[in-house]
């Protein structure tokens, strides 16, 4: 489990989001809103890995592509891309509450 970077204790608990920006942002980074009970800190890091792997499976239950798609440009491009949250970041004015640190 993750400790929260402001006062290192392991009591972090999953936040809810709390705008349409903070959803859409936990859906592509692959980061969550946390808080920890002891510090009243809240913040983003990444999932654990439990979490990961149900995002993940969960994705894989979604229909695939249909086969008359394969080799088309149409089909889904299984390559990762990279994001910088940094630069995502700089299109939204954040708070104390809601910033990375």
């Given at each position: 489990m993750s400790q929260c970077p402001k006062c290192n204790s392991h009591n972090l608990r999953r936040s809810r989001t709390r705008s349409r920006w903070e959803r859409w942002r936990k859906?592509?980074?692959?980061?969550?809103?946390?808080?920890?009970?002891?510090?009243d800190?809240?913040?983003?890091?990444?999932?654990?890995?439990?979490?990961?792997?149900e995002a993940r499976e969960a994705a894989r239950r979604k229909a695939a592509d249909p086969p008359n798609l394969q080799g088309?440009?149409?089909?889904?491009?299984?390559?990762r891309?990279?994001?910088?949250?940094?630069?995502?970041?700089r299109f939204h004015q954040t708070t104390d509450e809601d910033s990375d640190s």
């Open positions: 859906e592509i980074t692959g980061r969550r809103p946390y808080r920890c009970r002891a510090c800190w809240r913040g983003w890091l990444p999932i654990s890995v439990g979490d990961a792997i088309t440009a149409f089909a889904r491009n299984l390559q891309l990279t994001l910088d949250v940094k630069q995502l970041d």
